[in-house]
């Protein structure tokens, strides 16, 4: 009877110790959004998603990968910080062309050129061709955003 008893005690004892465990180890539940703020916090993003194994919070390559990606983005950001992005670009022809030339070199390709840079209504057109002259591409861009889009 008094092993029972002793036994019964340490269980519970014990079972205790791990409830205090685990329950130390429980997240606090994050604030919800200030009185008047629209939509959730995190941009749509509830907290499980912030740390998660798909943000780069997880174990192994895949985590190790993200974290990397996510410090050479950040080293990017402030290295440009001085500069500050105007609402309206107010791109001209010129300007267009050099824009997308630097394109094409920024990404390996010396031999691609830009032609046909020209107004047209509220957009600049442009053609991507080839070191001989072939059209590869027509392009538009936005002289206010500066958003390419494709042509037929």
């Known amino acids: 009877m ?10 519970f004892v014990l079972g ?3 409830t205090g465990v685990v329950i130390s180890w429980a997240q606090p539940v994050p604030p919800g959004p200030p009185p008047g703020a629209d939509g ?3 941009g749509g993003r509830g907290p499980w998603m912030a740390h998660g194994p ?3 919070g ?15 983005m950040r080293e990017r950001m402030r290295v440009f910080a001085l500069i500050n992005r105007a609402d309206d670009l107010k791109l001209t022809p010129p300007d267009v062309q050099k824009m997308v030339e630097a394109f094409l070199l920024w990404n390996g390709n010396h031999t691609w050129k830009v032609l046909n840079v020209k107004p047209d209504g509220d ?3 442009f053609d991507l061709a080839t070191a001989e002259g072939s059209v590869i591409a027509h ?3 936005d002289p ?6 494709r042509r037929g």
């Open 2 to 11: 008094r092993k029972t008893i002793v036994t019964a005690i340490s269980a």
């Open 16 to 18: 205790a110790i791990t």
């Open 40 to 42: 959730p916090p995190m």
């Open 54 to 56: 798909w943000m780069g």
């Open 58 to 72: 997880g174990h192994g390559e895949w985590g190790d990968r993200m974290r990397e990606r996510h410090a050479h």
């Open 123 to 125: 957009t600049i057109t």
């Open 139 to 141: 392009y538009a861009m």
């Open 144 to 149: 206010k955003t500066g958003r390419p889009s």
